[in-house]
């Protein structure tokens, strides 16, 4: 079975803090994704990655940067938190190849909330 | 570029009642649609998937869900409800060419009640 591991279940923060979100999936997967959940806007993509050191902006990457170091391991940064970022953050991974569907394996989300 | 919406945010429904949760997509290039689940305090899994053939698509944990193209919907239906099928499901959609990102609904929140 796919993993994909997110470090943090909870995090509580303070306004101005940088705060590192690491994800980590076991399947060699060349993509990954950060996602954002809220209640009513369901889910927002952040960044994603198509391979090791690329990077691309989602949809709502303001006040969030990326890092890929190694293919398997997925960081999102947030540089100084601020309020508005208390959610639920999620992290995916999918393949590339023939049988490529853009089906997406999941983490159990890291659930932060900036004080 | 692709969009979904889900109409209902939230659908309550008694046990062993039969759910339709509904599901309308925009595109202007052909499709893969998904259905998601997500249980309390937990990131999203899989419940089906259209890629081509068969409209009629089965899941897991007795769901189902029919493509239709002509009205651009995949609904997602489950003929008897159990509590435990209490979640919030997430319908998407991604082209079937190039790089496929998916694109998520709001989300429709299933409470089944005894």
């Given at each position: 079975?796919?993993?994909?591991?997110?470090?943090?279940?909870?995090?509580?923060?303070?306004?101005?803090?940088?705060?590192?979100?690491?994800?980590?999936?076991?399947?060699?997967?060349?993509?990954m994704f950060w996602y954002r959940q809220d209640p009513g806007l369901g889910l927002r993509l952040i960044y994603f990655s198509y391979d090791v050191k690329?990077?691309?902006?989602?949809?709502?990457?303001?006040?969030?940067?990326?890092?890929?170091?190694?293919?398997?391991?997925?960081?999102?940064?947030?540089?100084?938190?601020?309020?508005?970022?208390?959610?639920?953050?999620?992290?995916?991974?999918?393949?590339?190849?023939?049988?490529n569907t853009g089906e997406l394996f999941f983490g159990e989300g890291s659930r932060l909330t900036v004080l | 570029a692709q969009s979904v919406?889900?109409?209902?945010?939230?659908?309550?429904?008694?046990?062993?009642?039969?759910?339709?949760?509904?599901?309308?997509?925009?595109?202007?290039?052909?499709?893969?649609?998904?259905?998601?689940?997500?249980?309390?305090?937990?990131?999203?899994?899989?419940?089906l998937k259209y890629l081509s053939g068969s409209t009629l698509v089965k899941g897991i944990n007795g769901f189902e869900a029919e493509f239709n193209k002509s009205q651009t919907s995949f609904h997602l239906r489950k003929p008897s409800v159990h509590i435990s099928d209490t979640a919030e499901y997430f319908c998407a959609v991604t082209g079937n060419t190039g790089f496929q990102k998916l694109v998520f609904g709001t989300g429709t929140r299933l409470l089944v009640s005894p």
């Open positions: 079975d796919v993993k994909v591991t997110q470090s943090s279940r909870y995090l509580v923060k303070r306004t101005g803090e940088k705060v590192f979100l690491e994800c980590v999936q076991d399947m060699d997967h060349e993509n690329m990077k691309e902006k989602g949809d709502i990457p303001e006040g969030y940067s990326v890092s890929r170091e190694k293919k398997e391991r997925f960081s999102l940064i947030l540089e100084s938190a601020s309020t508005n970022q208390t959610s639920m953050y999620l992290c995916a991974s999918s393949f590339v190849g023939v049988a | 919406t889900q109409l209902d945010s939230q659908v309550p429904v008694f046990e062993e009642a039969p759910v339709e949760l509904r599901c309308n997509y925009s595109s202007s290039v052909s499709v893969y649609l998904f259905w998601y689940v997500q249980y309390p305090n937990q990131g999203l899994q899989l419940l």
